[in-house]
């Protein structure tokens, strides 16, 4: 807390010095307390110069998603609201389920520098290595019966999306159900996991793994050619405070869409974003291919597929994958 | 294995005595190795008397779950396949969500002597008193959407009943949603939780708490007035073991029937034995109430009641409760 204005204070007077005397005036605090302080912020990485008579200079601010950085100015009700922050992980999904298990409240991130078991829908993997994209999970508790939970991952990608946006310049794409794409490359993958008794949600969590400051070199072999990064697309690195910050922020005013008003809202802006529909598509299942013309998507995010001889093909997601023809 | 081949002859040549030198000879074990584990089953509460010359002959059998107890003659295919036995747990559906997580199959069963934070449903307590009542969780992983797996919870009801007019000889009602009466009062709670992604199931936990050998005074006060036990109905002890076997081999059958037939056959055996029809009910929530006729209940086991005006109110379980009026 302490620490948390002593920081915000720095900030203010970025790359000048703050007097320490200054500092314990402010914050209420003693020399030896902002001394203690000083020293754990720089562990955490911030670089803060001391020089005597004149006092402490923020030079520069880590690379790091921490809470302090996160709540600065976050603005939202609850989305956030707690956040538990982790350098590595091996999923934060599985650390959300935990943490929501042991009663964290609706709202509450998980966010990770690192996964190193990631992973994505139908227990594919997650690429997620330190420090270059957002690896997080949001706990939520509506109340909603299990199969009225499905839009939530529908309103994530518009969240995600529209954040991107704002914070990038760029807008991806939606691929059904629920992958970003940017040039035809991945560059955000969802996956929302639920705990319910039948007839009430006890908690969902939701995944969001985008990739922000990964460079080619970064990537594994078999990546290449599937996804992307913000860096990649924008030729520099983006701010990953700034974009998970404004993640926070559509996501919560998406989520109160959707609770107030229903599903019609933000199915209209995901069909808006959305990359599969009004094209030809194959779709994939285990033992079988259909090829047809992606129609549309139903209210229960149901993907509706025009076959060659007319008729409409409901295909529900998890069960199958899609490509472009 | 070696031990629970030992119980078998024991207890086919019950009350007798079977010498040491036969029990090496049929089982292929050592004498060393036949004292052994005649110790370990005494341990368990295996009453075995050792003459000289004579050999061992078992007397008693300890009113215990035990798993080879409940594999001899099982003959389910998978339900029961494998049995996770506990002394003491906090609840079975617990211990039965972290097994299934760490990947334990489906059909598997979690037993427990007793609970100490025994659950019902929306967070109600289930009072599980050691070595009176089959408190119990089978873990399943049917190839469903968390929409379609309501079902089991009802077919749960049906396969309870079903085993106790087996082996007890009375018939539960079933109140709708899901607990068993006798005589107005309740002798069985169903608890079932899933783990999901949006569009597939992880796994089902589907609690059974039964209420078998519990006598009045073992009964809290808060209770006496609301819950019986099979003892307390029929004025005699009922085997515990005998009941969960049946049970096991009844839930095998009405889950099958459900995976090959759907659910309509099912339901209509739950309505047969439904005592929440065809009266008047009053449906309580935490804010309204409600007075009608109990008409019926539809494909997705939302109870249909007809309003004093005539017209038909749909109610969700999870959201309401309901007495006969």
Redesign the interface.
């Known amino acids: 807390m302490k620490k948390a204005q002593i920081l915000l204070l720095l900030k203010k007077e970025r790359n000048q010095f703050v007097s320490g005397e200054d500092i314990c005036k402010q914050i209420g605090v003693s020399r030896t307390a902002v001394w203690k302080h000083i020293r754990s912020l720089r562990e955490e990485g911030y670089h803060i110069e001391a020089v005597t008579h004149r006092g402490y200079n923020l030079t520069d601010v880590p690379d790091r998603l921490y809470p302090d950085e996160i709540a600065e100015s976050l603005n939202t009700e609850f989305i956030g609201g707690r956040v538990y922050y982790y350098h590595s992980l091996e999923s934060t999904n599985r650390e959300a389920r935990v943490l929501a298990s042991g009663g964290a409240p609706g709202g509450s991130l998980v966010v990770a520098e690192e996964q190193v078991q990631g992973r994505g ?2 227990s594919r993997g997650w690429f997620s290595p330190k420090g270059l994209g957002i690896w997080c999970s949001l706990i939520l508790r509506p109340e909603v ?3 009225e ?2 839009p ?2 529908m309103l994530t990608a518009v969240a995600v999306a529209s954040a991107v946006e704002k914070v990038a310049g760029v807008a991806p794409g939606i691929k059904w ?1 629920n992958d970003l794409l940017v040039g035809g490359k991945k560059i955000c993958g969802i ?10 949600v ?1 908690f969902l969590v939701v995944g969001v793994g985008i990739n922000v400051n990964t460079s080619l070199e970064d990537f594994p072999e078999e990546l290449k050619e599937i996804a992307t990064s913000l860096y990649l697309v924008e030729g520099e690195p983006v701010s990953r405070l700034k974009l998970l910050k404004q993640f926070l922020r559509d996501f919560e005013f998406y989520y109160r869409r959707w609770i107030n008003d229903g599903f019609g809202p933000i199915l209209e802006e995901w069909k808006k974003r959305c990359v599969s529909l009004g094209c030809p598509v194959r779709v994939s299942s285990p033992r079988e291919v259909w090829d047809g013309w992606a129609e549309d998507v139903d209210s229960d ?1 149901a993907l509706l597929v025009r076959m060659p001889g007319g008729s409409i093909k409901r295909f ?4 199958v994958s899609l490509r472009n023809n």
């Open positions: 829908r139908m019966q299990p199969g939970a499905p939530v991952t159900p996956l929302t996991e639920m705990s319910a008794e039948m007839e009430m006890n995010g529900v997601a998890g069960e």
